[in-house]
């Protein structure tokens, strides 16, 4: 699967972006899919995910903030980012998901490409 995140930028703290993701053949080859986020120096951090039913889940640090979302005919998976802060600057990336309930990331081998998120305060 080949999957290609868009839409990042620089943005103002409080600001918002929508993240795309598009996979192809198909989002729904994951039973889970999810976005991550690695800012400098850090480890990578699941941050939102999904599962094919559509069941959501987000990371207390985006919670209220963030919202995950799919549209299955065009095979693209959304990240809306709303009241941005410093602390999400950070290359986001969208990948499988081992556990959506429970937030546990996949054992990932190949990352596609990740869009980065720069928020100035």
């Known amino acids: 699967v080949q999957l290609q995140a868009s839409g990042g930028g620089l943005v103002q703290a409080g600001g918002s972006l929508t993240l795309s993701c598009t996979a192809s053949?198909?989002?729904?080859?994951?039973?889970?899919i999810g976005w991550y986020r690695q800012a400098p120096g850090k480890q990578r951090e699941l941050i939102a995910a999904?599962?094919?039913?559509?069941?959501?889940n987000h990371a207390d640090s985006v919670k209220g903030r963030f919202t995950i979302s799919r549209n299955g005919a065009k095979n693209t998976l959304y990240l809306r980012m709303n009241s941005l802060k410093p602390e999400d600057t950070a290359v986001y990336y969208c990948?499988?998901?081992?556990?959506?309930?429970?937030?546990?990331?996949?054992?990932?081998?190949?990352w596609g490409q990740g869009t980065l998120v720069t928020v100035s305060s």
């Open positions: 990948n499988e998901v081992r556990s959506a309930t429970m937030l546990v990331p996949a054992n990932i081998r190949s």
């Open positions: 053949p198909s989002l729904f080859v994951f039973n889970n």
């Open positions: 999904m599962t094919s039913g559509g069941y959501t």
